[in-house]
């Protein structure tokens, strides 16, 4: 199924723009992509939410979010507190699925880390990612203390039978510090998964047509969408790190 579900090791480390960034570069090798953000919080009704956000960076894609909340809180909390419906991994599992028969690329996003609670029952996109079979790509800071949240976030995958696809660096630092540059060794490293890109620092100001020129360079060829799950089971480094 051509999925991948896009986590990260915590919120606010990039998840957003390296999804667009997949799209753009799938979209440049001709594929046909939908983003999906399983909820939306923090942002109101009218505002554009990271699915948009995808679209404006990358292009012509199919966009979905299942609920919004306006609390930038967890998507159980934020649901609770508006006494509304939550999102169940479920329905996360179920539009995706949808969705795949429609496009070449599904691209689900899911809120905060791994384990942020979507509904009461503590459902997770990890319980999404598992009902889908769909490999996970972990989006991660650079710098001091992304080692710990990696490896916590690669470990809980793979004690759930979960396919790491790898991990991306959210935003490189356009002068990275010692910590950043010993990343690119340590991350594949306790990741144990490959390091499959990253996303200068700023890209996501960039205009949408430098994005979209630029996308397909920070990334492995293997994120260009024309892969399927056996071609993510490898697991060697790319020759661009
Ligand atoms: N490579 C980048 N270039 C420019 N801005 C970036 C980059 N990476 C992250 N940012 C900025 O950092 C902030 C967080 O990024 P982003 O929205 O992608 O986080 P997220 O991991 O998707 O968080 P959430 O859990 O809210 O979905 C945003 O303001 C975004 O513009
Ligand atoms: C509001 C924010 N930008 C995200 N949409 C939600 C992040 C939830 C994080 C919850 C947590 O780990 O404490
Ligand atoms: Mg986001």
């Not at 440049?28 to 109101?44: E, I, Y």
């Not at 079979?133 to 690669?154: D, H, K, Q, R, Y």
Request: charged share 20%; glycine share 10%; aromatic share 4%.
């Amino acid at each position: 199924m051509p999925v991948l579900v896009i986590t990260g090791t915590g919120t606010e480390v990039g998840k957003t723009v390296v999804t667009a960034a997949v799209a753009a570069t799938a979209l440049a090798a001709g594929r046909s992509v939908a983003v999906l953000k399983a909820a939306q919080t923090g942002v109101g009704p009218a505002e554009p939410g990271d699915a948009a956000e995808v679209a404006r960076l990358a292009g012509p894609v199919t966009t979905a979010e299942l609920a919004r909340y306006p609390e930038p809180l967890a998507p159980a909390t934020a649901a609770r507190r508006a006494g509304r419906a939550p999102v169940h991994p479920h329905e996360v599992a179920e539009a995706a699925a949808k969705l795949a028969t429609e496009h070449d690329l599904v691209l689900v996003e899911g809120a905060g880390g791994l384990l942020v609670r979507f509904d009461a029952a503590g459902g997770t996109l990890a319980d999404a990612a598992r009902l889908l079979s769909a490999p996970v790509l972990v989006v991660a800071p650079a710098g001091l203390g992304t080692l710990n949240t990696t490896e916590l976030t690669a470990r809980e995958l793979r004690s759930r039978g979960l396919d790491l696809a790898g991990i991306v660096i959210g935003s490189w630092p356009a002068a990275p510090d010692l910590a950043a540059r010993c990343n690119l060794a340590d991350l594949p490293d306790v990741a144990g998964a490959p390091l499959l890109g990253s996303v200068p620092a700023g890209s996501g100001a960039l205009a949408p047509a430098a994005f979209r020129e630029a996308a397909p360079h920070w990334l492995a060829p293997r994120l260009d969408g024309s892969w399927d799950a056996e071609a993510f089971r490898v697991r060697e480094a790319p020759g661009a790190f």
